[in-house]
């Protein structure tokens, strides 16, 4: 068996510029009302708009997280049917399922074993979002999925940036798309996420810019009583 060495993936550059962020002053722009970045944070988000095509980004902990703040942003609740792969990681069905939504897995197509839009049931069960994860930097078939069932798509992204669909980077092409940016990804940062969007919030209810604050109102709640959103 090939042993493969340990190394160190972050150059000289993003040293510097890592160490350009610490130096310049507030890391984060969070006051407890509007959640909003620092500088470098900010300026992510544009940078990452303008690279993929996206009107709004917004960096987020973990892929996780931005799964999460999709699914509060489809307004997705207890008793609402959210459909997805089984083939994917546990974060794709586990972030609908803690709002309290239906998870209903689906079949997989045997190319590139993502989401097989030409099953029943997709267009039989009427769901509220549809997540179809972008596996191994293959996109799912996205145009398909996101005129389905009027249902909101969701892309997980997580393994696929710069995965292209009829000239579009996937990620832009549902409703909302999330990039991960974990130290195993193909843009890391030791831990991280990008949630992004097209929408303007004038489809349902999916304006992913709003998603975060609603995510953090839940998490200013005291009782805790739906879920602890503490991460
Ligand atoms: C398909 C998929 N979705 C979601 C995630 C979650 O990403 P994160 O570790 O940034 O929360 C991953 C990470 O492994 C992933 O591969």
């Known amino acids: 068996m090939i042993k493969l060495e340990p ?4 150059s000289k550059t993003e040293s510097l510029i890592a160490e350009a962020a610490v130096q310049y002053g507030p890391l984060s722009g969070y006051l407890g009302g509007e959640s909003k970045g620092g500088y470098y944070v900010e300026k992510l988000e544009a940078d990452w708009c303008e690279t993929f095509g996206c009107k709004h980004a917004i960096a987020v902990n973990s892929a996780t997280s931005g799964l999460l703040a999709a699914c509060v942003a489809a307004d997705i609740r207890q008793g609402d049917r959210v459909i997805t792969t089984p083939y994917t990681m546990s974060a794709t069905a586990a972030t609908p399922q803690f709002l309290g939504a239906e998870v209903v897995f689906q079949d997989i197509e045997t190319s590139h074993y993502c989401l097989n839009p030409a099953n029943s049931v997709l267009t039989d069960a009427k769901p509220r979002a549809i997540i179809a994860t972008n596996l191994f ?3 799912a078939d996205l145009v398909a999925l996101r005129t389905m069932n009027k249902a ?7 393994q696929a940036p710069f995965a ?3 000239g579009k980077y996937t990620g832009t092409i549902g409703h909302i798309g999330i990039w991960s940016m974990n130290v195993h990804k193909h843009i890391q940062c030791g831990e991280g996420g990008i949630c992004g969007t097209n929408n303007d ?3 349902p209810k999916c304006n992913a810019e709003t998603a ?7 998490q ?3 009782d805790h009583q739906d879920a602890t959103w503490s991460h």
């Not at 909101?152 to 997580?158: G, M, P």
């Not at 975060?212 to 839940?218: D, F, R, S, Y």
């Open 212 to 218: 975060l604050n609603k995510v953090t109102q839940h």
């Open 152 to 158: 909101i798509l969701i892309e997980d992204n997580a």
């Open 201 to 203: 919030g004038t489809e």
């Open 220 to 222: 200013r709640k005291t």
């Open 164 to 166: 292209m669909q009829y």
């Open 137 to 139: 930097g293959h996109p």
């Open 7 to 10: 190394y160190n993936s972050i």
